[in-house]
C-alpha cells in the first residue's frame, strides 16, 4: 500500500500515532517558543479584534486538535482570509546580488529516502480532475525545466524555526510551468498540490503565490544541480511563504480546486505560512 493510501484508509487510533511519530522528526520547537509564535500569529491576524484579548487565557483550556487548540487553529484560517485578501502574494520581495548569497543548511529530511536512487525519479503533473496531463523522467524533467527561460536570483528564505538565509537558486518560473497547461486547467484553479515521491511530504500553495513569479521551480542552488538532501532533482523555492512550503523532491504537481493536504498545517502549523 502506498503511504497516501495508508493516509487515507488508516483508522484514527492509527493516525494519531503516525502523526506523533512522524512529529517526532521535526521541525523542532519548544513549547514554549511555538506556543509564543501562535500567539504572534493569531494576533497579527486581528483576530484579537475579532475574539477579544481576553479570551486569550481561556484558549488555554481549548482541546486540542493535534498539537493546536482549536481556536489558534480558526485564527490561522482567519490570517489565511486576511493575507489573501491583502494581496500580499502578488508583491514582489527583495532580491540580492549574486555575492550576497549565503549557504543554506539541509533541514528537514522528509520524504527524502537515504540512498534515493535518482534514476528513477518520475515528475507527474495532474489536472484538477486528478487526471494525469503529462509524466516525465528525470531527463525529460530536465529538459522541460530547461525549455523556460532560466533565473538566477538569491532571495532569502525563511524557516518558521526562526532561522533565514540568502541561497541562490536556478530554475524556472512556477508561472511559465503552469502556462505550459492552460488549456487543460481552468484558471480558476484554487490551489497547487505538491508531494515527494513517496508521498511522505505535501503541500498546498494557493494559486496566487504560485503565480508569482518568483515562485520558481529550482534545479539549481548557487551554481550546482541541487544534492540530494536539499531536495533533488526539483524542488519549490519562494521568498513569500515559510520554509516548510519549499517542497524538496518534487514528484506530484497538481492543479486543484480544493485545498490540499499539507503536512505542517495537519501538525498545527499555519496554512498560509506566509507574510
Ligand atoms: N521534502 C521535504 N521538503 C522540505 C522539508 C522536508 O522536511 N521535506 N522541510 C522544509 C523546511 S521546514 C525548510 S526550512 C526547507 C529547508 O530547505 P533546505 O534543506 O534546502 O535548507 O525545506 C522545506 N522542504
Ligand atoms: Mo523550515
Redesign the pocket.
Known sequence: MSELSRRLTESADERLARLAAEAAEG?TISTAEYSKRSRRSFLTGAVAAAAGIAGFRAIQNRPLDGRTPDVLRKGYEWNEFVWETLGSQSKLAPTYALADATS?????????PDNYDLSTYELTVKGINDEVLETFDLEGMRTLINSFPQVDVVME?K???GWS?KPRWGGAVFADFASRYADDVPSTYGYVAME?SDAR?YVGVDRATMLNRQSLLATK?GAEDLSL???APL?LATPHKY??K????IATIRFTNERPDDYWAERGYTYWAGF
Open positions: 521541525p543554506i543548511r539541509v533541514n528537514g529530511r522528509l520524504g527524502l528564505h524557516c518558521i524555526e538565509a515527494t511530504y542552488l538532501a536539499h531536495g524542488r520554509g516548510i519549499s517542497i524538496k523532491q
